[in-house]
């Protein structure tokens, strides 16, 4: 069974910094197209963040801005999002996303982590 275990989040102020890191297991049956981060403000639809794929191409929120950097150890399974010069605004839940598909090839629904709480105080 997969599993996505988050850390990272928590309080910081504008301007400051903070990285997220997200560890899968599980997935030794599978092919991992991609991994990455998603977010939800109170509200407000979920919105992506950053996703790296398998390849090492990148996406990014329009919002991000040259601030954040997703990265990925691959040995470890895992996604990590460094986000720097955070604002108010990118207050939100933040959710590990890990797309895959199984040993036939068949494209499987998202796997979603339980979300970890960013807070960026003015």
């Known amino acids: 069974q997969v599993q996505l275990v988050e850390a990272g989040g928590g309080l910081v102020q504008a301007g400051g910094s903070l990285r997220l890191s997200c560890a899968a297991s599980?997935?030794?049956?599978?092919?991992?197209?991609?991994m990455g981060w998603y977010r939800q403000a109170p509200g407000k639809q979920r919105e992506l963040v950053a996703l790296i794929r398998s390849g090492g191409s990148t996406d990014y929120g329009e919002f991000v801005k040259g601030r954040f950097t997703i990265t990925r150890d691959n040995a470890k399974n895992t996604v990590y999002l460094q986000m720097n010069s955070l604002k108010p605004e990118d207050t939100a839940v933040y959710y590990c996303?890990?797309?895959?598909?199984?040993?036939?090839?068949?494209?499987?629904?998202?796997?979603w982590g339980q979300g970890t709480q960013v807070t960026v105080s003015s």
């Open positions: 996303n890990l797309q895959a598909t199984n040993s036939i090839g068949w494209r499987l629904p998202d796997y």
């Open positions: 599980g997935t030794i049956f599978l092919s991992i197209n991609a």
